[in-house]
């Protein structure tokens, strides 16, 4: 998983291996899934996926992240708050916007997304 978020460092701002590596664990460690940092996707969960993909997403030269139906990630609604939480911790500059269904709004109340309608 290192490898794969690292690429993204390595190819788009011409950063070194070893530096790309080493941020890619740091913000694994940030949310505690440094355990995931040398597994392979089979290995992992469809939450630690996510997680991999969002890391990606936030190394790139983009200003807004746009996350589709969220509760594809998480077998229940109970988890999504523990998502978002994870989320906030690795939060930089960028804009990240959750597409949902307007029924699902309740499971995020108090957090800190943007519910627009």
Do not use: W
């Not at 011409?14 to 941020?23: H, M, P, R, T, Y």
């Not at 746009?66 to 690795?90: H, R, W």
């Amino acid at each position: 998983m290192v490898e794969n978020i690292a690429l993204i460092q390595e190819v788009h701002q011409n950063k070194s291996i070893d530096e790309s590596e080493a941020l890619a664990l740091e913000m694994l460690t940030k949310i505690s899934l440094e355990t995931i940092a040398y597994k392979r996707i089979p290995e992992c969960t469809i939450e630690e996926i996510f997680f991999v993909m969002y890391i990606r997403a936030l190394m790139m030269d983009i200003p807004k992240i746009y996350i589709k139906v969220p509760y594809a990630i998480t077998e229940n609604f109970k988890d999504i708050q523990s998502i978002i939480d994870a989320m906030e911790l690795l939060k930089n500059d960028k804009s990240v916007m959750i597409l949902d269904l307007l029924s699902n709004e309740v499971h995020y109340k108090g957090c800190g997304c943007n519910i627009i309608k």
